[in-house]
């Protein structure tokens, strides 16, 4: 049920970024109308501080994932809405 108001919260809100902070393939279940996917593969101090840093524009995004991401939006808001 959570999940669902999740999806409900990126409908209603057009500007909004999801991160990973540890498995990348999450895409593959986040709906194609998402705008914005990061992956950290990590959540330490660091990591957590630079992203943020990147979020503020303080540094530049760079860098390439180091595995294949399986395609996003799997699945649309409407089929998540009818699968809970």
Avoid: C
């Amino acid at each position: 049920m959570r999940e669902n108001h999740f999806f409900e919260f990126i409908f209603k809100n057009k500007k909004i970024i999801v991160v990973s902070l540890w498995n990348p393939q999450i895409i593959e279940r986040l709906p194609k109308e998402v705008p914005a996917y990061i992956t950290t593969y990590s959540y330490t101090d660091h990591v957590i501080k630079q992203l943020k840093a990147l979020l503020e524009g303080l540094i530049s995004f760079k860098g390439k994932s180091s595995v294949t991401l399986l395609e996003q939006g799997s699945y649309t808001y409407e089929q998540l809405n009818t699968n809970y």
